[in-house]
């Protein structure tokens, strides 16, 4: 390959190069090895000979050369052979940048010669490709020449800000300002590529920022308007420093609205009733939109990758890599979240296909794992949710699509249960930023809620309390618009209401805390959701519903919250209970009617029940109304009872009452005592032939004693019973 770098044919060198890049990232530890019957290490032996081999090279392929030879290096596990090799590495291109700022120190003007030029850039890309493959390791080598560059880069700055005040666009685009302008861009993209692999972030803040505000950013304050070159601003704006970024956004934010609200002028006059146009597009595109495409475009991928967390998200991951619900509002973050959006959607409505395009690239990237974190998924969605409406409808419409079919695939193929959490949150975090979409496509709206209903169910049925900061984040997102969907009626979406109330059992269940931290709103809806199942002519819906409310009940017996629950809940209960256990239409849920009024009783009878159930201030005699909340419930039922059963009479429904508190401890009695009434109320016949439901614990029961008597007898036991069992087996 050495020998090839000095042929002159065509392409052979640039081949020779390429090909030498690939084997030093196969095998990069290969060359850094001493073998046997060798004194010293191949890359030792090629630093010696570094000026004879690129000696016929021309500047791009000694580029791919220094890239090359940065990764054999990065290898390298001893710290002093490694500086030693940068040390040897960077020697030419070190001698060169030495003696131009020699020389420049003594005569300013021989940078402005424009070979001189050509030849500072130069070093400055060798010095590119050289940290990009050396990563961490070209700290040493950067700190030799950043104070030096700034000087540069701000005497250039300078000089072209004076030629272009004089000379206004025409200077702008003379040669001698473009090459000075291509080192400005070099010292910016050599900062850019050191942040990017440096993972020393005390050493960006201490060292390099501070040096650089003034020279670079505090210059670019400074300079004409013409003179300031969006794709040096673009280069600080990836640093990942906070303030830096807050700083560049205003400027982002005034250029892009700026340039959005003057293209809508023309777009007006020219098609006034296109409101969306394409960069460069057709004869309306101005020259102004054309030459800011380039930089443009890259700000589009800088804010869906640092995009910030909008008010809605209400979990986030923390400095240790943990899925966190925030406890406060912080209204710096709000504010630079509304900033990059007014920002973002500007940069849509100007070119919505690369746009969509930046967006899905870096969602590609998520799914083949190439940049997946949490992180980089949350900023990706926030920014896709940030644009909601600035698209046209139809290619809206494709490109959600595309989104929610990719982040699905993504949560079925990623392993983990916080991280399907954390993508299933994303999931319906877009898909409630999208009401246009989400009213015109129920259909897929109904494929993705069942999938996400599914998921979180499964995953807080197997997590359980360590997810209880996803939990606002779940009940924001999935319930108002799934409660939307199934309590419309009792027929539409099937298949959503048996998954939608295990979801509400898993939280139950498994996350109980989280529904402490749930606004009283969020509270009432669930109460009202448990309401609305149990109500349900389905029997499968209305057990489900049933069950829930029973675990919900012994769930708050136990908590702190106790009193505040029942105080506002309780009367509701039973009097809900108290409706289909009567109507005749929800005989089957009689053992679960049974089970839950036997707990309210009982709840009435506790001592962790101290605060009165009644309206004290709407009572007589207020907090003394009544000796205990016993007295209260018993009470209030018999005037519930004595109003909705007027062929009922009061001492028949008092007696009725006494007999249910008797039997609060046993449950088999205590379905007694509600049987007999329903037959007294004549809501249910006498004769019990069509009642056959409020028996059907007991039956069943019997049924299998009776059973186990004749497996008992050899012979006894009828032939298809026997296949049954085996059948079963």
Known sequence: LFEFMHETHPGVQDMACDTFLKIAKKCKRK??????????????????????????????????????????????????????????????????????????????????????????????????????????????????LFSDMLQVYKLYSEFISTQVATGGQFAARTTQVKLMRSVKRECLKLIETFVDKTDDPKLLATQLVPSMLDPILGDYQRNVADARDAEYLLGISYIDDTEVLKVCLDYWNHLVCDLFQSECNQETLVRPQQFAFSMGAGPVASVRKQLFSIPLSKLRLLMVSRMAKPEEVLIVEDEDGNIVRETMKDGDVLAQ???????????????????????????????????????????????????????????????????????????????????KAVIASNIMYVVGQY??????????????????????????????????????????????????????????????????????????????????TLSPDNLQLIINSIVWAFRHT??????????????????????????????????????????????TFHKPGFKLHAQILQHMLQASLSPQLSQPLWDVAGTPGGAAAYPNNAAFVRQHIIQLLTTAFPNVSAPQVTLFMDALFEAKNDLSAFKDRLRDFLVQSREFNADGGTNAELWAEETAAKQELEKAARMAIPGMQNPNEIQDDMAAT
């Open 435 to 516: 009401p246009r979409f989400l009213r015109a496509h129920w259909k897929f709206l109904k494929t993705v809620v069942n999938k996400v209903l599914s998921l979180f169910t499964a995953i807080f049925n197997k997590v359980g309390a360590a997810l209880t900061d996803a939990v606002p984040r779940v009940f924001e997102a999935c319930f108002q618009c799934t409660l939307q969907m199934i309590t419309q009626n009792f027929e539409d979406y099937p298949e959503h209401r048996p998954k939608f109330f295990a979801l509400l059992r898993a939280v139950t269940n498994n996350c109980f805390q989280a529904l402490l």
């Open 538 to 583: 389905e029997r499968n819906v209305a057990e489900t519903g049933l069950i829930l409310l029973l675990e919900l009940l012994q769930q708050f017996q136990k908590s702190e919250f106790m009193n505040q629950f029942h105080q506002t809940y309780f009367l509701t209960i039973v009097q809900e209970i108290f409706a289909v256990m009567t109507d």
């Open 337 to 419: 979240y509304k900033q990059m959006r007014e920002t973002l959607v500007c940069l849509s409505h100007l070119d919505q296909d690369d746009t969509q395009s930046q967006m899905l690239e870096k969602l590609a990237l998520q799914l083949n794992g190439k940049e997946y974190s949490w992180t980089t998924l949350n900023c990706l969605c926030w920014a896709i949710g940030s644009i909601s409406g600035s698209m046209m409808e139809e290619q809206e419409n494709k490109f959600l699509v595309t989104v929610i079919r990719d982040l699905l695939n993504l949560c079925e193929y990623t392993r983990g249960k916080d991280h």
């Open 31 to 144: 060359f850094v090895i001493t073998n046997p019957q060798d004194s010293e290490p191949f890359i030792s032996e090629l630093l010696n000979g570094l000026g004879e081999t690129i000696k016929d090279l021309e500047a791009h392929q000694i580029h791919i050369f220094y890239e090359a030879v940065g990764e054999m290096i990065h290898s390298e596990l001893d710290l002093k052979k490694k500086e030693d090799y940068i040390n040897r590495l960077m020697t030419p291109p070190n001698t060169q940048w030495f003696q131009l700022i020699t020389q420049a120190t003594a005569n300013p003007d021989i940078l402005r010669q424009q070979d001189v030029i050509r030849n500072v850039a130069n070093i400055l890309q060798t010095n590119v490709y050289t940290c990009q493959s050396l990563g961490q390791a070209f700290q040493m080598q950067i700190s030799l």
